[in-house]
């Protein structure tokens, strides 16, 4: 069992430029999440998906599109990225409401 | 916004030394989790509280939800080298906008 990977493991991007995060879970967890995480802070929700075929909009999802291709993979899109969006991404999965999460090991994006 | 509170959000003990960090809601809790993110890392589970009151050691560790479900702390005795990271609290988000917030975060270090 992997848990939760994450690719690539570190990016750095033009502003403009567009990219895609990939998320994969083999633990067979029905909630998928993405979170941004900026130095010192905490974890902000960008979009979380309760099941497959479902997605919704979290705290910070300006910038950012997801897609929850399968039960295992949810991607994250950014098609115009912006220096404000340089963060820690974390993916984690979960079996289902408020039991634990399973973080990726993180993207950490640069935008130049 | 943010639903859980917590502080402080840095805290430098001596190796051996006690640690505590609080996490405070204005708004009751079903439940609380509890995180902790090593340096460099993504954040790990530690523990899951449903019940006021309620009190679960792991070790060095002790976690405790308040009566009112208001409010939790980590305590940890004795601290050593290995505790470094940063602690979270996640509490149920009372709104449409996923599923847990995360606090803030408090972030060990440990002087040998």
């Known amino acids: 069992n992997a848990g939760v990977t994450q690719t690539p493991k570190f990016q750095v991007l033009k502003t403009g430029q567009s990219m895609t995060l990939q998320c994969a879970q083999d633990?067979?967890?029905?909630?998928m999440y993405w979170y941004r995480q900026d130095p010192g802070m905490g974890l902000r929700l960008i979009y979380y998906?309760?099941?497959?075929?479902?997605?919704d909009k979290g705290e910070v999802p300006n910038g950012y599109n997801v897609s929850r291709l399968n039960k295992r993979e949810f991607s994250l899109r950014l098609e115009s990225a912006a220096p404000s969006q340089t963060s820690v991404y974390f993916c984690?999965?979960?079996?289902?409401?408020?039991?634990?999460?399973?973080f990726g090991p993180g993207t950490r994006l640069t935008v130049l | 916004g943010q639903q859980v509170m917590q502080i402080p959000q840095y805290q430098h003990v001596q190796e051996g030394e006690d640690f505590t960090t609080y996490c405070n809601s204005s708004?009751?809790?079903?439940?609380i989790q509890w995180y902790k993110q090593r340096p460099g890392g993504h954040p790990v589970f530690l523990i899951q509280?449903?019940?006021?009151?309620e009190v679960k050691k792991q070790k060095r560790l002790t976690f405790q939800f308040g009566e009112a479900k208001k409010n939790s702390s980590l305590h940890i005795t004795a601290t050593q080298t290995t505790d470094v990271g940063t602690y979270f609290c996640?509490?149920?988000?009372?709104?449409?906008?996923?599923?847990?917030?995360f606090g803030d975060g408090t972030t060990l270090t440990v002087k040998p």
């Open positions: 984690a999965s979960e079996l289902s409401s408020y039991n634990e999460q399973f």
């Open positions: 633990m067979n967890h029905n909630s």
């Open positions: 998906s309760a099941s497959e075929g479902t997605t």
């Open positions: 708004t009751t809790l079903s439940n």
């Open positions: 509280l449903v019940k006021s009151g």
């Open positions: 996640a509490g149920p988000r009372n709104t449409n906008a996923g599923k847990s917030t």
